[in-house]
């Protein structure tokens, strides 16, 4: 009897190659985008930002994902939120150009290390997280934006700053999603742990 094709099955013969869309973990960089004390006291969702940039923290950190973040002018901004800062395997670069691309430390490993997708969180999403996007897209990055990690001070900045990164061709998506997307498979102890995370509720 023949086996139906939607039948499940583990085995590695059988099984098609992963689309170029995800963000395999050995692949990835997760960015996080000046995530700044005095930012934040602006932002309207400050805590589900910091909430999902810290849940991706974890999980990167689980998952063995490479973790960088940026500070913008912190002499004024102030320092990255301290539930992130002190779970950063390194301090965070300081810029005062509004892309993240100017940082030159960042991305010059990257090529070397195969890593070429680029998740982004922050502050704010139309200039920042935004500008960041663009230019690494022109560099040949695949960058997804996890759309509940970033936010604006106003509903409208958000929206068309997420609308405009779509449009020249990042990825959309969500913390969630993100942590599954590098978990890639249920049965494991890095599963149990990115499960954990998912099941987080926002207090």
Known sequence: MLKPMNAPTDSAASGLPRSPELAPPVASLLLIVDVQERLLAVQPRACEIVWNARRLLDGATVLGVRIAATEQYPQKLGMTAPQLAERLPSPAVEKLAFSAAACGEL???LP???IDRVVLCGIETHVCVQQTALDLLAAGYRVLVAVDAVGARFDLDHA???RRMEASGATL???ESILFEW???AGTPEFKQ???LAKETLK
Do not use: K, Q, V, Y
């Open 173 to 175: 998506t969500t913390t």
């Open 194 to 196: 990115i499960s954990s």
């Open 160 to 162: 068309t700053g997420l």
């Open 107 to 109: 991305w010059a490993p």
């Open 112 to 114: 070397g290390a195969g």
């Open 183 to 185: 978990c890639e498979r």
